[in-house]
């Protein structure tokens, strides 16, 4: 009963320190988040490629820029959880780094599912394409919290970078050759450039 109150700088405290993680937290998160960058990044400018102006469009090079890059992601996914099968489990602030990423992908599960029912439903293209747009937002979002309990301006400008590709793309969401560039820039510099600093344990983007 004569326990006080938590101080605001004890919920700050407390806060910021569920964005501390240690080597074996960053280095998966960086693989991952490269990984990510590169394929699909890699994968929407090829799209963007194969409409004939550069090569004959066909159905096996389609197929293949669409699957490719995420079997290729999946492969790499499988090998960081496989490699760090043994690890020791992560506890406190590490285990809500997890479940901060783990949301963020079930809720673009979500986004799937609501925007492509409706754009099935609608037969509309215009409103599929809102989907990524919405992920760009999301991951803003996410790196928006970390900078609110870091306050790394790198971090600032990240979310700033996805939140304003975002939009630049539901702006741009009839004009593809624009759209395109910069869903596939985006996600080169906001995802695999940041995942790879994170990867070379970089002191200007440590944890």
């Known amino acids: 009963m004569t326990d006080a109150p938590p101080s605001p700088q004890d919920d700050l405290a407390f806060l910021r320190t569920l964005v501390q993680s240690s080597d074996r937290m960053q280095k998966p998160f960086g693989e991952t988040y490269l990984a990510g960058g590169l394929c699909y990044g890699a994968q929407i400018l090829l799209s963007a490629l194969d409409t004939g102006a550069i090569w004959p469009p066909t159905p096996i090079v389609s197929i293949a820029i669409a699957s490719l890059p995420t079997v290729v992601f999946l492969a790499i996914l499988g090998r960081v959880i496989w490699r760090g099968r043994t690890a020791a489990q992560p506890t406190g602030a590490q285990r809500a780094i997890v479940n901060v990423f783990g949301s963020l992908g079930m809720a673009n599960l979500g986004l799937i599912l609501v925007i492509g029912a409706v754009a099935l ?41 996805w939140m304003a590709a975002g939009a630049c793309m539901a702006i741009f969401i009839q004009t593809m050759p624009i759209y395109i560039l910069v869903a596939g820039a985006g ?14 344990g970089s002191k200007m983007v440590a944890y």
């Open 187 to 200: 996600l080169l510099l906001l995802m695999a450039l940041p995942g790879w600093l994170i990867l070379r």
């Open 121 to 161: 439903r609608e037969r509309s293209l215009t409103t599929w394409l809102i989907y990524p747009c919405c992920v760009f937002v999301l991951q803003g979002a996410g790196w928006l919290v970390a900078y609110n309990l870091r306050r790394r301006a790198w971090m600032g400008l990240i979310a700033a970078g």
